[in-house]
């Protein structure tokens, strides 16, 4: 990352980890900085971006401030649908 561009603060440290995950799952680099060490993370947190995915992260972090990557029942019941099916289904057999 060379040229980095400040899209994010937050002085809740758990929010600011989802936002840089969500930002990694859609292909943004993301480098975080001022979380505290430790098991008792404090203070601020702020999220830099290449300045060329400047206005991606902040489409992104829009769609999620609208609640478009919300979970619905209907995601939780199509994956536990899935799992199921996996469960079923055995991963080795022997002859």
């Known amino acids: 990352m060379s040229d980095l561009t400040r899209i994010y603060a ?10 840089k995950g969500r ?17 008792y993370r404090t203070g601020p947190v702020y999220l830099w971006v290449n ?14 401030d609208s609640g478009a990557f919300a979970v619905t029942e209907e995601d939780i019941v199509e994956a536990e649908g899935v ?13």
């Open 10 to 19: 937050s002085g809740d440290t758990f929010a600011g980890e989802l936002m």
């Open 23 to 39: 930002l990694e799952a859609e292909g943004i680099s993301v480098m975080m900085k001022g979380e505290g060490e430790g098991p």
């Open 51 to 64: 300045t060329e995915d400047a206005d991606r992260a902040r489409g992104v972090m829009d769609a999620v």
């Open 83 to 95: 799992v199921a099916a996996e469960d079923a289904t055995p991963e080795h057999s022997r002859d």
